[in-house]
């Protein structure tokens, strides 16, 4: 008679749920904070040296691996997962800065100045593991929520807006191209135009562009026409821009174009 084996179960092993990390910042300087797994206390693994930053908050990239520390001198990048410094950008009385996407590019602000020749904004170009800027020019206000120069997920296509003109950079090229101003690949004209924001792209493993981006454009009120929400498709095969829908307020206190990742790719914009 053949024996008979017992089936094992198998196991279902408990989810991992990710540690608790964060920062820290006082007059001491920046400390980083872990959480072990098993015990669940928290415990310090690296620290910095103080740091006579300015009045600012810790500005972090979008994917969190990466955050920018302002100082009277310029801007101290860490590398968020070991709270180390790995680069430092020379700018006097910097007040605000912000990463693209993919962190290939940083940009900075200070307040205009009497003495600025050349700009009070700068777009710092990755390189390797220092940064060097390849653009500079003025700007009157920064608000991290309508940030002047914006990017695609994917960062292969971005976007500014400068004197009732949107322009679309190719973004790669603005990795080599040390004139941004030749990496312009489409124009279009909206009156009064102040904020830009691209939707949510489908995949971000692609090295080369969508055939078709989606982006909303806010523009103020004029005295005969009411402040628009717009949204338009740019197609980067025919470089066309097609307006989608748009809507029309003529009170307004405050607008915050922010879109909505939930429902696919036919995106809600809130």
């Keep these: 008679m053949a024996e008979l084996k017992e089936e094992k179960k198998e196991e279902k092993k ?7 990390q964060f920062l820290v910042r006082d007059k001491t300087g920046w400390r980083l904070y872990n959480q072990d797994t098993k015990t669940g206390k928290l415990y310090i693994i690296e620290n910095s ?6 009045d600012a908050d810790i500005i972090f990239a979008q994917n969190g ?5 302002m100082t009277k001198e310029g801007v101290q990048i860490y590398k968020s ?9 020379e700018h006097p009385g910097v007040r605000n800065v912000y ?20 700009g009070n904004f700068r777009i710092w170009r990755k390189n390797k ?3 060097e800027v390849i653009h500079q020019c003025f700007i009157s206000e920064f608000d991290q929520q309508k940030v002047p120069f ?3 997920e994917d960062e292969l296509i971005a976007a500014n807006i400068s004197h009732n003109i949107l322009s679309i950079y190719d973004a790669k090229k603005l990795e080599t191209e040390g004139n941004i101003n030749k990496c312009v690949i489409g124009t279009i004209e909206i009156e009064n135009a102040k904020h830009c924001i691209f939707a949510p792209v489908p995949t971000l493993s692609s090295k080369e562009p969508q055939e078709s981006y989606l982006f909303a454009v806010f523009a103020n009120a004029t005295k005969f026409k009411p ?12 470089n066309e821009f097609k307006q989608i829908s748009q809507r029309s307020f003529w009170i307004i206190d405050e607008c915050k174009l922010l879109w909505d990742k939930t429902v696919g790719y036919e995106h809600n914009l809130l």
């Design 129 to 131: 593991k220092e940064f």
């Design 150 to 152: 914006t990017f695609t």
């Design 65 to 69: 691996k990466y955050f920018a520390v």
């Design 99 to 118: 990463f693209s996407p993919l962190n290939t590019f940083l940009f900075s602000y200070h307040r205009p100045r009497k003495e600025d020749k050349t």
């Design 14 to 20: 408990p989810n991992k749920i990710p540690a608790i």
């Design 49 to 54: 040296k103080p740091v006579e930053s300015i």
């Design 227 to 238: 402040h628009t929400v717009t949204i338009y498709a740019y197609n980067t095969v025919k």
């Design 81 to 89: 997962s070991k709270c180390k410094p790995t680069a430092f950008l």
